[in-house]
């Protein structure tokens, strides 16, 4: 490997790196949490970052949740390449509802495994561990999660012996601890002989459902983040901080949470159980958003029920978009066979639902905040190095991280 060398993958072409590269997707991260800690003052590196490197605006794969958008991210492509446009998606095939976390489901290899391929040393850290089989899909480096380290193994990871390098205990997956750990695992292999060239870490975006931006807690979310940001930097470190998508509030000025339950309406209006409604953001870690996000995508047995039910939808109160899966997965860039036959989108401050029983909502403990949408499709992308303006003159995408930290970043 020399320097001259370039990597060509999924149509894109990325120069060798210069120095360690670090990509951040900090999960859910709306710009205004990084604007609003650093009027509090808590995050004087991001500070920094705004007046002395690059601050720029990026849209982000819609639905915008986060394996899509990861996926998007280390593929450097819209899911129209790379397959994965969800959490759950209905497979036609089997006529079953399924988890879309399998690495069986990716349809293009990722930037990360083919700079590993030509001899880079790389390294994935992220905080569920639902991700990091599809992140670590056939690379050859390391890649654990926060959520299983104390199960990371040479043979399955690339690494042992992870909680003793972090020197923090296993954190609870419904924490800001959980993300931190992502961090502090990035700091410590950036600070062995053996540093990673090019590495990625992923947080969870736990604070982020919670904490609006410049609440005490969102701001002791982001000094933290700033904090081990700053030590990745002092090792000399590029850094492209972005995010896999926004977060909005969800709910009404007395905090209950805008619910449009579509499955219901549905039933109510074009017959019981006559059509199917899909929430890809459904995984198994419910708790912090109930599984209502700003996306659903919808099954009907006929055109005429098709046009009955986009009709019945716009007429909805919250409903921003629903549309035929052509223009749809034209729009988005989204793989047509993994997608129903309507999309639709919530307006900033609504969420989708299926049925009222379909959701468990008790163990919302604070107003929902949650994601999905055309609303939070803007996130940042902080890069603590100059770009050339000609670099930023079109459209950015959250996906351009990579191209943005090998290519342009000086
Ligand atoms: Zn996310």
Avoid at 54 to 67: E, I, K, Q, Y
Avoid at 164 to 175: A, E, R
Avoid at 217 to 237: H, P, S, T
Wanted: glycine fraction near 8%.
């Amino acid at each position: 490997m020399n320097m001259e060398q370039t990597i060509a993958i999924n149509g894109r072409t990325y120069q060798w790196m210069k120095g360690p590269t670090v990509v951040v997707c900090c999960d859910g991260c709306q710009y205004e949490y990084i604007s609003e800690a650093i009027a509090a003052g808590v995050a004087p590196f991001l500070s920094n970052v705004l007046s002395n490197g690059s601050s720029l605006m990026a849209d982000c794969v819609v639905p915008a949740f986060t394996n899509p958008n990861n996926m998007s991210i280390v593929t450097g492509t819209p899911p129209a390449v790379h397959g994965i446009c969800g959490n759950y998606f209905f497979d036609r095939d089997t006529g079953e509802e399924v988890m879309m976390n399998d690495p069986k489901y990716m349809r293009a290899g990722t930037i990360l495994a083919a700079f590993a391929d030509a001899g880079a040393r790389v390294a994935v850290v992220t905080a569920k561990d639902k991700l990091r089989r599809l992140l670590g899909h056939k690379l050859k480096g390391i890649c654990f999660s926060a959520e299983k380290a104390d199960e990371a193994s040479i043979a399955e990871n690339g690494i042992e012996n992870v909680l003793d390098l972090v020197g923090m205990p296993v954190p609870s997956v419904y924490s800001a601890e959980l993300s931190e750990f992502v961090f502090a695992a990035g700091a410590k292999l950036m600070e062995r002989d053996d540093r990673p060239d090019l590495m990625y870490l992923s947080t969870t975006d736990y604070v982020q459902h919670k904490a609006a931006p410049g609440t005490a807690e969102a701001n002791a979310f982001y000094g933290m983040v700033d904090r081990y940001l700053a030590r990745l930097d002092a090792l000399g470190a590029t850094i492209v901080f972005t995010a896999d998508h926004g977060m909005n509030a969800k709910h009404d000025k007395d905090g209950r949470p805008n619910v449009i339950y579509l499955q219901d309406i549905l039933d109510d209006a074009i017959g019981q159980g006559l059509v199917r409604v899909i929430l890809p953001i459904t995984d198994p870690y419910v708790v912090h958003h109930g599984a209502l996000g700003s996306f659903a995508t919808i099954y009907v047995p006929s055109e005429k029920i098709r046009q009955d039910v986009i009709s019945t939808l716009t007429k909805i109160k919250g409903v921003e978009l629903a549309i035929g899966r052509s223009d749809a997965c034209s729009w988005f860039e989204l793989p047509p066979d993994r997608v129903g036959d309507i999309v639709v989108i919530s307006q900033k401050d609504y969420v989708l639902g299926t049925s009222v029983e379909r959701h468990d909502l008790s163990e919302l403990k604070a107003p929902l905040r949650s994601h999905g949408g055309l609303s939070e499709q803007a996130v940042p992308i902080l890069i603590n190095r100059r770009i050339p303006e000609e670099a930023t003159n079109r459209r950015l995408r959250n996906f351009d991280a990579f191209d943005l930290a090998l290519n342009h970043s000086r």
